[in-house]
């Protein structure tokens, strides 16, 4: 089993910043791929950011340039950095993690899911 706590999100307005983290505890965390997901209101959950075993990225066309996912294997924590926030960008952010070496942009490719961290950017 592995445990994932969001924590980071908050209110900001339109062009500022804030950063996510992900701890995640039980198994091997270097052994996962991880993912960051977010959900608005009435919306599936879509796909944000992704990093692999060897902390290579992808990222959805809508953040790229501003968004900026990072792991830190030894502190077992992966992190969402996010400048330039539009409105657009409010939804809750949820941490994944996949038991793979290679990331996914895929909601179903990922085994474990933290609660979730609510992100609201006004205008």
């Known amino acids: 089993q592995v445990q994932l706590v969001e924590s980071g999100g908050g209110l900001v307005q339109a062009g500022g910043s804030l950063r996510l983290s992900c701890a995640a505890s039980g198994r091997t965390f270097s052994r996962f791929a991880m993912g960051w997901f977010r959900q608005a209101p009435g919306k599936e959950r879509e796909f944000v950011a992704t990093?692999?075993?060897?902390?290579?990225?992808f990222y959805a066309d809508s953040v790229k340039g501003r968004f900026t996912i990072s792991r830190d294997n030894i502190k077992n924590t992966v992190y969402l950095q996010m400048n330039s926030l539009k409105p657009e960008d409010t939804a809750v952010y949820y941490c994944?993690?996949?038991?793979?070496?290679?990331?996914?942009?895929?909601?179903?490719?990922?085994?474990?899911w933290g609660q979730g961290t609510q992100v609201t950017v006004s205008s």
């Open positions: 990093v692999s075993w060897t902390s290579s990225t």
């Open positions: 994944a993690a996949r038991n793979y070496y290679s990331s996914s942009q895929f909601v179903n490719d990922y085994n474990y």
